[in-house]
């Protein structure tokens, strides 16, 4: 069973930065991808950022390119989000998300609030 720990979520004035991070542990065989999602309140789950294991390549919302940045330790199965130039509406709850392709369902974190405000 793989399980994802975050970390890394607070409150922040806006223009300030934070990095969130992401461990997974247990029985991990493979992982087709990792990333980030958000969810504001009254709004839908939506993807921040990700990373394609095979390729190596990220993708990023719109509204964070250029602020946000994320990264992965392969070594330790973890995930990170630099953010960046934060704003009142990157407020919002972020789950950490890994893919383990061929099929699977993915799996999430508990979620850690970034609350950014003056």
């Known amino acids: 069973q793989v399980q994802l720990v975050e970390s890394g979520g607070g409150l922040v004035q806006p223009g300030g930065s934070l990095r969130l991070s992401c461990a997974a542990s247990?029985?991990?065989?493979?992982?087709?991808?990792m990333g980030w999602y958000r969810q504001a309140p009254g709004k839908e789950r939506e993807l921040v950022a990700n990373?394609?294991?095979?390729?190596?390549?990220?993708n990023y919302a719109d509204s964070v390119k250029g602020r946000f940045t994320i990264s992965r330790d392969n070594a330790k199965n973890t995930v990170y989000l630099q953010m960046n130039s934060l704003k009142p509406e990157d407020t919002a709850v972020y789950y950490c998300?890994?893919?383990?392709?061929?099929?699977?369902?993915?799996?999430w974190g508990q979620g850690t609030l970034v609350t950014v405000s003056s």
């Open positions: 998300n890994l893919d383990p392709g061929y099929g699977y369902l993915d799996i």
């Open positions: 247990g029985s991990i065989s493979s992982i087709a991808a």
């Open positions: 990373i394609i294991s095979r390729r190596g390549s990220t």
